[in-house]
């Protein structure tokens, strides 16, 4: 079992920048892909970036290519989302997720593994 807690969500300006967190407790974290995707009211969860459990291989939405950047450090088993120049589009509750051995997966279905969430708020 893994245990994966989103935290660093808030309210911002369009074009500031926050970082969120997923640390993840259980397993040895350094085998598990992570994936980040998030939720707007009365939306799908949708694919934000993903990592590979290597940390080879990461993949991004085309909505925030350029904007936002995943990272792992493994010795704090936790994996980062760095967002920046936010939109109000941005704003969705935020949610990690883990696959062990994974790649950097666009779906929801590859990971076994989720958080419960952070809001991210954007405002115009």
């Known amino acids: 079992q893994v245990q994966l807690v989103e935290s660093g969500g808030g309210l911002v300006q369009a074009g500031a920048s926050l970082r969120l967190s997923c640390a993840a407790s259980?397993?040895?974290?350094?085998?598990?892909?992570v994936g980040w995707f998030r939720q707007a009211p009365g939306k799908e969860r949708e694919f934000v970036t993903a990592?590979?459990?290597?940390?080879?291989?990461?993949d991004s939405a085309d909505s925030v290519k350029g904007r936002f950047t995943i990272s792992r450090d493994n010795a704090k088993n936790t994996v980062y989302l760095q967002m920046n120049r936010l939109k109000p589009e941005d704003t969705a509750v935020y949610y990690c997720?883990?696959?062990?051995?994974?790649?950097?997966?666009?779906?929801?279905?590859?990971?076994?593994?989720w958080g419960q969430g952070t809001q991210v708020t954007v405002s115009s």
């Open positions: 259980g397993r040895t974290f350094s085998y598990y892909a």
């Open positions: 997720a883990a696959a062990y051995l994974g790649t950097a997966a666009t779906t929801t279905r590859s990971y076994t593994y």
């Open positions: 990592i590979s459990w290597s940390a080879s291989t990461t």
